[in-house]
């Protein structure tokens, strides 16, 4: 080369042979060379990326995370469903043992099947439905108000505090604690004492206005110390009694139907299906509860224009309700 001339460049062209991706099985599920894709022993197929199955032949979908042992489908994140083959919803949490539905941010379900709405917190074990916050409604299906508490059993509505308010819808105040139906206020412990400021009994269950006692089961006798029956359902003011489903009878010992449902106020009747007839004794149809003599609770009372009218109180002097009534206080009645 002659000084000062301009070096040359050799290049060189060196040819690369990439190696050929042929899939083979692995008996036993020991690795495969590089580039090669293995299945898993016991037959289960692999798909897309090569993951394996499980061992039991589950399948494995697009992202090839494996399905459980009992064949579940696995969702789009490919996280596994529970044994028994619950569904995953789309953030891929498992579903309940028996196939309870996964809402949309994948909560489970309750194990009897319960739905779960928007933000999928569970429902109730019997199935009482969930509102738009997915706070469990009660056992009975009690509705939930705007803040997700849930109400009462019988349906009780939720003040904004979200505490519970009483079953006949009294409200709750600052402190959160239920008051009485009649708004009774909270005493320093937190537990509702009654309308009147009822004192609270050692139990911490709140007695009734003016000072009424509570009975075995803890349920509110009524005011003036109206008794309260087997089933725990306040009598109604003066001593009503309450009947064998528990529905409170109206003030002044106004009987009440088979549905329970309340006769009006100064022992006006309740028809066959429960609604109450006019004050002051009007009457109902035959299948009202009037018995004997009596056409119904009020006619045929010679001057006295309604039931407890010159009467010192219903109970008073009277062995019974309706029936064999004996002594001064009936003379001059048939």
Same mark, same amino acid.
Do not use: E, K
């Given at each position: ?51 394996? =199955? &499980? !061992? /039991? %032949? #589950? $399948? ?6 494996? +399905?459980?042992?009992? @064949?579940?489908?696995?969702? *789009? ?101 239920? =008051? &009485? !139906? /009649? %708004? #009774? $206020? ?6 509702? +004492?009654?309308?009147? @400021?009822?004192?609270?009994? *050692? ?106 009218? #010159? ?24």
């Amino acid at each position: 080369m002659a000084v000062g001339a301009a070096p040359r460049v050799i290049t060189r062209i060196i040819p690369t042979f990439a190696p050929t991706s042929v899939p083979q099985t692995v008996a036993t599920g020991s690795p495969a060379a590089a580039g090669r894709t293995t299945t898993i022993a016991i037959g289960g197929t692999t798909i897309a990326n090569g993951t394996g =199955s &499980t !061992a /039991t %032949g #589950g $399948t494995t979908l697009a992202n090839g995370i494996a +399905s459980t042992a009992n @064949g579940g489908l696995t969702a *789009a994140n490919g996280l596994a469903s529970t044994a028994n083959g619950g569904l995953t919803a789309a953030n891929g949490l498992a579903s309940t043992a028996n196939g309870g539905l996964t809402a949309a941010n994948g909560t489970l379900s309750t194990a009897n099947g319960g739905t779960t709405i928007a933000n999928g917190t569970l429902s109730t074990a019997t199935g009482g439905t969930t509102l738009a916050n997915g706070i469990a409604s009660t056992a009975n299906g009690g509705l939930t108000a705007a803040n997700g508490l849930a109400s009462t059993a019988n349906g009780g509505l939720t003040a904004a505090n979200g505490t519970l308010s009483t079953a006949n819808g009294g409200t709750t105040i600052a402190n959160g604690t239920l =008051s &009485t !139906a /009649t %708004g #009774g $206020t909270t005493l320093a412990n937190g537990i509702a +004492s009654t309308a009147n @400021g009822g004192l609270t009994a *050692a139990n911490g269950l709140a007695s009734t206005a003016n000072g009424g006692l509570t009975a075995a089961n803890g349920t509110l006798s009524t005011a003036n110390g109206g008794t309260t029956i087997a089933n725990g359902t306040l009598s109604t003011a003066t001593g009503g009694t309450t009947l064998a489903n528990g529905l409170a009878s109206t003030a002044n010992g106004g009987l009440t139907a088979a549905n329970g449902l309340a006769s009006t106020a100064n022992g006006g009747l309740t028809a066959a299906n429960g609604l109450a007839s006019t004050a002051n004794g009007g009457t109902t149809t035959a299948s009202d509860l009037s018995t004997g003599a009596f056409a119904d609770q009020g006619t045929g009372f010679t001057g006295s224009t309604d039931q407890g009218t #010159g009467f010192a109180d219903q109970g008073t002097g009277f062995a019974d309700q309706g029936a064999d009534f004996t002594g001064s206080d009936m003379s001059g009645f048939g």
